[in-house]
């Protein structure tokens, strides 16, 4: 009996140790997300060089407040008591960077100092909002020539130069959300204005 008693011990300060090394692990996280993540440390420091935040994002930056400010209650989350929400400026900047950079979920993860679930989750959830807000006002109903006339506005989003692995319904999110912000970034886009290259350094 006293063996058992001493094993039921043993697991539950094992059990404890496992909840205090996770708990510390996730303040660790956090601190560093909002320390160290791209989106803190970076971002405001390219919305002052507009051709920088447009090769690291392919939008200007007056596209991309404009952007926001249409997908930003779909996307928005709340605070918990346990942590605070990552903001809906800092999703649609993941999002915006997965599709121009072509990197994995982990090496976005790694950039914003957040988790790579985080990332997945974030991917299809802003791709699906910005499909939802722009397709009606920016997106004809594409018929066969159609699409192989844009075909080549794909190489803006280098997402779009390797093998894509991941569900086929994130594929085709991320699909419809690429050809709604071209159609999107040629029509607010001036005349004169240079849209970013896809082949250009990105920041």
Known sequence: MSMIVRLAALYLLLKLRRRRTQRRRRKWVHRQHRQLGEYHRLFDELRLDESRFQRYTRLTVAQYDDLLSRVA????????????????????????????????????ANSFRV????????????????????????MAVPNTEGWRSN??????????????????????????ASRVLDNYIRKSTPETAEIPNATANVA
């Open 73 to 108: 209650h779909h996307i928005s989350r709340q605070d918990t008591n346990y942590r605070l929400a990552i903001s809906a400026g800092e999703r649609l900047a993941i999002f915006l960077r997965y599709m121009a950079t072509g990197d994995s979920y982990r090496s976005i």
């Open 115 to 138: 988790g790579v679930s985080t990332v997945s989750n974030i991917v299809p959830q802003v791709a699906a909002a910005i499909w939802e807000c722009l397709a009606g006002e920016f």
């Open 151 to 176: 075909a080549v506005d794909f190489e803006q989003w280098r997402i779009f130069r390797r093998t894509m692995e991941m569900r086929p319904e994130i594929v085709e999110l991320c699909v419809k």
